[in-house]
């Protein structure tokens, strides 16, 4: 179970799980008088801004390393109406969905490895960039029916020195946004060797990839 910091203000708690961040500093530059780090005593300062514009920048957070939790009348985070799972270039698979990832509980995001190199699987930590992966953004897109549901639930389980499982309504689109295929099962590389990336090609064997799977 990842280990939970917890930041509580008048309207909401802002949650901080250990080892999801990827440093994406998004949250540290639209709001510096919230999330403030290097400081002594809390980072997180839940009440040192609108509540409307807390959410707003928590909810921003690719890795959900940040999530909030509502107090009183304070609104719940919304599930989206279009399950996402982007492609980064030379970097990670971020996804935004009513989400579960192994065992882990549901979440609304997350940044997971596909260079196959991360110390915490199934989640990236940069590893990437000292690997040297190199993985386009902008795969061909496939032919793909329209999706007669958008969202809802989505299930991926990082599979036994396999690739990640993928059940559940999603749109896999590249950085720029462009859909690049329409799926309710699929299976995506996770070990950085899958010459049809970002699917996986069965690559995992050859290359004697390990992961005992189905973490989170």
């Given at each position: 179970m990842a280990e939970i910091d917890e930041y509580p203000g008048q309207h909401l708690v802002i949650d901080n799980v250990a080892g999801r961040c990827i440093h994406s500093r998004y949250c540290v530059l639209n709001l510096p008088g919230v999330f403030v780090p290097n400081v002594d005593g809390p980072w997180i300062k839940p009440d040192a801004a609108t509540t409307e514009a807390v959410i707003a920048v928590t909810t921003k957070c690719p890795s959900g390393a940040l999530q909030y939790r509502p107090v009183g009348d304070t609104p719940r985070e919304g599930t989206p109406g279009v399950n996402t799972i982007r492609v980064q270039e030379n970097g990670p698979l971020v996804v935004h969905a009513?989400?579960?990832?192994?065992?882990n509980a549901r979440s609304y995001r997350a940044t997971l490895c596909r260079c196959g190199?991360?110390?915490n699987k199934p989640y990236c930590d940069h590893s990437?960039?000292?690997?040297?992966?190199?993985?386009?953004?902008?795969?061909?897109?496939?032919?793909?029916?329209?999706?007669a549901v958008r969202n809802g639930p989505l299930k991926i389980t990082p599979t036994h020195n396999g690739p990640y499982k993928v059940e559940g309504a999603v749109e896999i689109c590249c950085a720029s946004g462009r859909t690049i295929s329409r799926e309710t099962r699929t299976f995506l590389c996770r070990c950085g060797h899958s010459q049809?990336?970002?699917?996986?090609?069965?690559?995992h064997m050859k290359a004697g990839f390990t992961d005992p799977g189905n973490n989170g």
């Open positions: 009513e989400l579960t990832v192994g065992q190199q991360s110390k990437h960039v000292a690997a040297a992966f190199v993985a386009t953004a902008e795969p061909e897109s496939k032919e793909s029916d329209a999706l049809d990336k970002p699917y996986c090609d069965g690559s």
